[in-house]
Each structure stands twice: as C-alpha cells, then as structure tokens.
T-cell receptor, first 115, second 114 residues
Framework: GAVVSQHPSRVICKSGTSVKIECRSL??????MFWYRQFPKQSLMLMAT?????????EQGVEKDKFLINHASLTLSTLTVTSAHPEDSSFYIC???????????FGAGTRLSVL | AQSVTQLGSHVSVSEGALVLLRCNYS??????LFWYVQYPNQGLQLLLK??????LVKGINGFEAEFKKSETSFHLTKPSAHMSDAAEYFC????????????FGQGTILTVHP
C-alpha cells in the first residue's frame, strides 16, 4: 500500500502562535511531498513542493517565511505556520509520491483554526 | 500551463442512475489525468488515472473515465449510483512528467438521493 499520515487532524490556536503539521509516508519513501491548502467549498491550491534534503519550492503568492517547510527525511515533511492569524485558518493537506511515480497519495488533512 | 475545468459544481442523481461528472483540461504537453474523491474532512483518495495507455480507464468502486484527446475531456462515469458515492470529486492534470505537480479542477459535489 501507500499510506500517508498527517498529524494533527485538527488544531486550534491563538493568533500569533506557530503551528507545526507533520506529514509522514508510513510504508514507502517519498522523495517528493506536496502541501496544499483548501478553503471551504473550494479546490486544492498547491502551496509548495517539498524535496528531501533540499529547500522547498513555493508557488507564486505563498509566503515562504510564513509557511516553513522542512523535508528532513524520506518519510517526513513538516509545515510550520508561523505567527498564525485568523486568515490562515484553512484545511491543509499533504501528499507524497512513491518511487518517483506519477500518483500522489494524500494525507487526511489538518483543519487549522486560528482564534 | 495546465488547467482543469469541471462543468457543474453540483450534480444530483437518484440511487441506481447513471453518474456523469464532466472534466475538460488544457495542457501544452500530453497530460496525465486523475480523478480523486474527497469525503468530508478527509484527504483525497485516487479513483483512477490516465497515463497515456488505454483511453478507457477503470477505477475503484465501479467508476471509469474515458480520455478523449479531440475533445480534451476526461469525464467520469458510473453506471449505477450508490448512496455511498455521495462525496466531492476532483479532476486533476499533471503535465506529462512522471512526478509533476497537480492542478485541480474546482470540484463537483455529487449528491445521491433515494
């Protein structure tokens, strides 16, 4: 199989705090992971591409200092939302590619609510 | 640049009826095409994919899709809807590379009523 675990599934935080979201490939190595953001009733918008051992590639309009991505190992990528504000509230989803293939396997997502 | 258009943000069918979800794409190179399903507050699950092999692709849960290059379409169908098919469906395109990033359509919410 190809299982991607995302943690936490839901987080509520105060404005100004930082939140870290983990994305793990449980039964395969993922050299490439992706981070998406989904607003209510909208499609997924790619935020960044995370490559193991190198800097993430951010999509246009995504603040790299705001959304810190670390892909320290072949099975783990993290997204840290720094100094979160209410407008950062959203559903964040990660995905991972297995064996440099053409299928992305998705995590279950993280619902972030910033008060 | 690649793009995906899903015609119809909401589709409603009766249980047992044909399901047809429309997807048109734009790509400057031969595309890879995908359909994903999303249940509430969950991630996406792959239904099926087209990667330049057979144009009629069969997926899980009885779904299939046909790649039509002349129409730049990749519509998703299922002969007989089941209540458990109610979910949101996303069509996505990857521009030909083996591990390229995905561009998603806007999504279509499928409602199945008894």
């Amino acid at each position: 199989g190809a299982v991607v675990s995302q943690h936490p599934s839901r987080v509520i935080c105060k404005s100004g705090t930082s939140v870290k979201i983990e994305c793990r490939s449980l039964d395969f190595q993922a050299t490439t992971m992706f981070w998406y953001r989904q607003f209510p009733k909208q499609s997924l918008m790619l935020m960044a591409t995370s490559n193991e051992g190198s800097k993430a590639t951010y999509e246009q309009g995504v603040e790299k200092d705001k959304f810190l991505i670390n892909h320290a190992s072949l099975t783990l990528s993290t997204l840290t939302v720094t100094s979160a504000h209410p407008e950062d509230s959203s559903f964040y989803i990660c995905s991972a590619i297995k064996d440099r293939g053409n299928i992305q396997y998705f995590g279950a997502g993280t619902r972030l609510s910033v008060l | 640049a690649q793009s995906v258009t899903q015609l119809g943000s909401h589709v409603s069918v009766s249980e047992g009826a044909l399901v047809l979800l429309r997807c048109n794409y734009s790509s400057s190179v031969p595309p890879y095409l995908f359909w994903y399903v999303q249940y509430p507050n969950q991630g996406l699950q792959l239904l099926l994919k087209y990667t330049s092999a057979a144009t009629l692709v069969k997926g899980i849960n009885g779904f299939e899709a046909e790649f039509k290059k002349s129409e730049t379409s990749f519509h998703l169908t299922k002969p007989s809807a089941h209540m458990s098919d109610a979910a949101e469906y996303f069509c996505a395109v990857s521009e030909g590379t083996s591990y390229g990033k995905l561009t998603f359509g806007q999504g279509t919410i499928l409602t199945v009523h008894p």
